[in-house]
Structures are given as structure tokens and as C-alpha cells.
């Protein structure tokens, strides 16, 4: 019997996309879905390239691309080992955020990164992502053999998106895609199109993830995004720490809802007649997500990965995607299970 067809958007969100680790594992172990293509920001990137380098590499395949995503969170700092799990979870990931939050090290580094550039470390500097990415097979990730991979990044001069796809990714480009600018120097990639070397920072600024890459014809209709910044926080931030937080998360949640209400208004146009039928593709979007655990932590756990926040970020995962194949499996290829109109009506 053939497997329905879903594409992945996965969005960034530092050392929280443990959480779309978690997803992804499950979704792989359940092996109802055919992934035809992905697109990842930052940890989505991260993820991404994981998986698809597992899928595609030979010999490769599901319990590949699931081992590429443990060795991955392995090097972030996660501890992959059940016995030990107990343990990790005991406290929860609310008072290890806090923790974090308020302790002096968080503070000054925190200060720092307000007054002091990377560029400012002169001949020291190197990005803390190098010894990840660099030991990616990318002769995998870049393959045609399995999902399509799309990796968003920013360009800095234009403040325009840039998708890299196919050969164009690499290293460089999946560092792009997590640079954060007060933690990182801007990554330099040629681009054809200008015809020099371009600046680019964080995709999350102009796409966390990019959904318009997988709107090509070729592709299914459903969307799965794995969200990991809040949409909804009902308590009013009033500490500084608070609404720096918060305004993060908005920032990096604004590109996914412009894109969002885009797709509602066709499906408005494509419902009404305004439009003729198959003239723009009619998307069905659905989401994974725990806001319930992300609204307990901060920016702090993003930053600053924790081996007990981690391994409660994949099981969180794992429990979110369970949930949604019971609820939602059958939706798939027939309708949205997210209500757009609610969300934007």
C-alpha cells in the first residue's frame, strides 16, 4: 500500500529543536508517512540535514536517518540513554530554565553579547557549529535519493530570505542558517544572482521555516510544521527578561504567519471562485507543538543546551507526534487540521 505524502516544515529554535528531534523519531518509527520534502530553519536546518543525510546515504533508510538524529543531539549535549532517564527528567524543564535564567554566568554572558560584537575576538573566533556541520556526508544531504532539502538563512545587506537547496548546501549554509548575530559572525556564501560573496544571518528573520518552497506542483498538498516558539503566551511578560523573550519569540514567529495567512486567502479565493480551481495549489496545513511545555521555558535553554531539558524536549516531541498520528493521521491528503479561519478570520 502506498504511504501518504507529507512534506516537513521545521522551525528553529536553538537547543529547543530537541523537541522536533523528538517528533521527527517518532514520526520515522511510525513509518506511515512518505517525507517528500523538508524545510528547516537553524535547528530545523540541523534536523533536516540529519535525516535526510541518513535517508539518502547507502545503506541508508529510516533507523539511519533516526541514529544520524541521535548522534546529532548527542553532540548538543543530549544523553541518549534510557536508564539514565529518570534521572534527566527529574526536575522539571520550568525550574532548570529559571536556573539557567538567573544564574551570574547567564547574566554576563548575556551582557556581554549586548556590547561586544564577534567580530570583536579578532583571530580567536570560530563558530560553535563548525565540528557539527563539518561532519555531515553531505554527499547524502545534498542527493537526490530521498526528501528534497530546502535550509533558510537571511541575507544581511537585502534583508531578503535565501533558500539553499540541493548542491548548494553545506556547511556554510546550514551555519547561515543559525547564525545568530550577536553569537556569530555573519557566514559569506556566493551568490550567483548578485554575482558575490552575500552576508547572511539567521533564517528565522525572514523565514522560520519557508513554506513557499514546498508549493511546487510536484509536491503534496500537506504541510506538517513542527513549531517550537510559542504562538500564544496568555501570561503578560513584565520582567525585562520576560519581554525580551517574548519580543524573540514573536520576531522569529512572524515570517510563519505572514506565510499562514497567505495560504488562508487562497483557500478563501479557491472556495469563493474567485480564482479557478488548481490555478494555485490548496495546501493542507498541520501543526506539532507543546506551547503548553515552550511557555515554560526561555530563551536562556535555547541558548544554553541542558542534558535534562533536552531529553524532556525529545520525549515531549515523541508524545506531540503520537498524538497527532491518533488524531490527525487520517486527515492527511484530505484537509487541514489546523483551522486557519479561527487563526485569521
Same mark, same amino acid.
Given at each position: 500500500?502506498?504511504?501518504?505524502?507529507?512534506?516537513?516544515?521545521?522551525? %528553529? &529554535?536553538?537547543?529547543?529543536?530537541?523537541?522536533?528531534?523528538? @517528533?521527527?523519531?517518532? =514520526?520515522?518509527?511510525?513509518?506511515?508517512? #512518505?517525507?517528500?520534502?523538508?524545510?528547516?530553519?537553524?535547528?530545523?536546518?540541523? !534536523?533536516?540535514?540529519? =535525516?535526510?543525510?541518513?535517508?539518502?546515504?547507502?545503506? &541508508? &533508510?529510516?533507523?539511519?536517518? +533516526?541514529?544520524?538524529?541521535?548522534?546529532?543531539?548527542?553532540? *548538543?549535549?543530549?544523553?541518549?540513554?534510557?536508564?539514565?532517564?529518570?534521572?534527566?527528567?527529574?526536575?522539571?524543564?520550568?525550574?532548570?530554565?529559571?536556573?539557567?535564567?538567573?544564574?551570574?554566568?547567564?547574566?554576563?554572558?548575556?551582557?556581554?553579547? +549586548?556590547?561586544?560584537?564577534?567580530?570583536?575576538?579578532?583571530?580567536?573566533?570560530?563558530?560553535?557549529?563548525? !565540528?557539527?556541520?563539518?561532519?555531515?556526508?553531505?554527499?547524502? *544531504?545534498?542527493?537526490?535519493?530521498?526528501?528534497?532539502?530546502?535550509?533558510?538563512?537571511?541575507? /544581511?545587506?537585502?534583508?531578503?530570505?535565501?533558500?539553499?537547496?540541493?548542491?548548494?548546501?553545506?556547511?556554510?549554509?546550514?551555519?547561515?542558517?543559525?547564525?545568530?548575530?550577536?553569537?556569530?559572525?555573519?557566514?559569506?556564501?556566493?551568490?550567483?544572482?548578485?554575482?558575490?560573496?552575500?552576508?547572511?544571518?539567521?533564517?528565522?528573520?525572514?523565514?522560520?521555516?519557508?513554506?513557499?518552497?514546498?508549493?511546487?506542483?510536484?509536491?503534496?498538498?500537506? /504541510?506538517?510544521? @513542527?513549531?517550537?516558539?510559542?504562538?500564544?503566551?496568555?501570561?503578560?511578560?513584565?520582567?525585562?527578561?520576560?519581554?525580551?523573550?517574548?519580543?524573540?519569540?514573536?520576531?522569529? !514567529?512572524?515570517? =510563519?504567519?505572514?506565510?499562514?495567512?497567505?495560504?488562508?486567502?487562497?483557500?478563501?479565493?479557491?472556495? $469563493? &471562485?474567485?480564482?479557478?480551481? +488548481?490555478?494555485?495549489?490548496?495546501?493542507?496545513?498541520?501543526?506539532?507543538?507543546?506551547? $503548553?511545555?515552550?511557555?515554560?521555558?526561555? *530563551?536562556?535553554?535555547?541558548?544554553?543546551? !541542558?542534558?535534562?531539558?533536552?531529553?524532556?524536549?525529545?520525549?515531549? %516531541?515523541?508524545?506531540?507526534?503520537?498524538?497527532?498520528?491518533? /488524531?490527525?493521521?487520517?486527515?492527511?491528503?484530505? +484537509?487541514?487540521?489546523?483551522?486557519? #479561519?479561527?487563526?485569521?478570520?
Amino acid at each position: 500500500m502506498t504511504k501518504p505524502r507529507i512534506n516537513l516544515a521545521l522551525q %528553529g &529554535g536553538g537547543a529547543h529543536g530537541a523537541f522536533t528531534w523528538g @517528533v521527527l523519531d517518532k =514520526l520515522l518509527e511510525a513509518d506511515v508517512f #512518505e517525507i517528500a520534502a523538508i524545510s528547516g530553519t537553524s535547528a530545523g536546518a540541523l !534536523n533536516g540535514a540529519a =535525516l535526510k543525510a541518513g535517508f539518502a546515504k547507502r545503506g &541508508g &533508510g529510516i533507523q539511519a536517518a +533516526r541514529d544520524n538524529l541521535d548522534w546529532l543531539w548527542e553532540q *548538543v549535549g543530549a544523553v541518549n540513554d534510557p536508564t539514565l532517564l529518570p534521572w534527566l527528567t527529574a526536575y522539571s524543564p520550568a525550574l532548570v530554565s529559571k536556573s539557567i535564567e538567573l544564574s551570574l554566568p547567564f547574566a554576563i554572558s548575556d551582557s556581554v553579547s +549586548r556590547m561586544i560584537s564577534p567580530y570583536d575576538s579578532g583571530p580567536f573566533y570560530k563558530n560553535a557549529l563548525e !565540528n557539527i556541520v563539518s561532519r555531515f556526508h553531505y554527499d547524502a *544531504v545534498c542527493a537526490s535519493l530521498g526528501p528534497e532539502l530546502h535550509i533558510c538563512a537571511t541575507n /544581511v545587506r537585502s534583508g531578503k530570505i535565501r533558500v539553499f537547496t540541493g548542491g548548494e548546501i553545506g556547511p556554510d549554509p546550514i551555519m547561515a542558517s543559525a547564525c545568530l548575530p550577536t553569537l556569530f559572525r555573519a557566514v559569506e556564501i556566493y551568490d550567483p544572482k548578485s554575482g558575490r560573496m552575500e552576508a547572511y544571518w539567521d533564517g528565522g528573520f525572514t523565514g522560520n521555516p519557508a513554506l513557499f518552497p514546498m508549493f511546487r506542483s510536484h509536491l503534496p498538498q500537506d /504541510v506538517v510544521i @513542527v513549531n517550537i516558539n510559542p504562538l500564544h503566551r496568555e501570561e503578560l511578560p513584565v520582567t525585562a527578561r520576560d519581554i525580551q523573550n517574548r519580543i524573540n519569540e514573536i520576531s522569529f !514567529n512572524s515570517s =510563519l504567519l505572514r506565510e499562514l495567512r497567505a495560504i488562508h486567502y487562497v483557500k478563501e479565493l479557491l472556495a $469563493d &471562485g474567485s480564482i479557478a480551481p +488548481r490555478s494555485k495549489k490548496d495546501v493542507f496545513v498541520h501543526m506539532i507543538s507543546d506551547d $503548553d511545555l515552550m511557555t515554560q521555558l526561555s *530563551v536562556a535553554t535555547k541558548l544554553i543546551p !541542558n542534558a535534562s531539558v533536552l531529553a524532556q524536549l525529545k520525549q515531549a %516531541g515523541h508524545a506531540a507526534a503520537e498524538a497527532f498520528l491518533d /488524531v490527525h493521521e487520517s486527515d492527511i491528503g484530505k +484537509r487541514s487540521s489546523v483551522d486557519l #479561519e479561527k487563526m485569521f478570520g
